[in-house]
Every structure is written in structure tokens, then in C-alpha cells.
């Protein structure tokens, strides 16, 4: 079973995101900020990162920018944010995403998002 770290600083945009991969049969698991994430990541290992831009403490960029900088298993990140300009988008690509998408994720976007970026095939 593929496991998706989501990051969030908001309880229910975390828990729409878990609502939506478990119905895929996604494991999930969730962290509150970039330095949370960050700690889950070298402890564990995950096949994707949902990565919101905004955050306490370290933001999504900087969350992104410190994990593709460690030694460890990366996996892909798809940032979702509010953000919706392109200097948005290119600033997170800069700094290590694979996808962006704007909030909220419609569940069928985000779900072809997952398992493209997961290398499933599409049905």
C-alpha cells in the first residue's frame, strides 16, 4: 500500500486530503508544519508528499528545499496551495515539486495527480 505524508497546518484541509486517498486506498499520514514533516521523513519512508505553501515555523518551499537537500529516499511532491499566480507555481517547482495544484483539490483531479506522480496506471 502506498503511503502519502500530508502537510497542513489546517486540521480540516488535512483531514479533506485523508478523506480522499484513503477512499483510494492510500495510507496517510499527516504532519502540521514543514519541521513536523521533515522529522516524519527521517524516520520513515513515503511514496508522495501533499505539501501545502503556507505554514507555521517552515513553510512548504522550505519544507521542500531541506528535503531534497537530505541524503534519504525521495519521493514525489505535489504542492497544493491558494497561491494561484505563476510566480507561485515556479516557486515551487524551484524548490522541489513534481505537481501544483490550486485549493481546494477536486477529488478526481487530485486523485489522477496521485497516481500519475505514483506511476499507476489509470483506469
Known sequence: MKRILVIDDAATVRMYHRNIL?????QVEEAVNGI???EKCLQETFDLYLVDVNMPKLDGYGFLRELRGRDIPQAPAIMISTEAEAYDRQ????AGANAYQIKPAKPDQLLLQVSLMLGE???
Do not use: N, R
Not at 22 to 26: F, I, M, Q, R, V
Not at 91 to 94: F, K, M, V
Open 22 to 26: 484513503e477512499s483510494a486506498d492510500y
Open 91 to 94: 516557486l515551487a517547482y524551484a
Open 121 to 123: 496506471s489509470i483506469t
Open 36 to 38: 513536523e514533516a521533515l
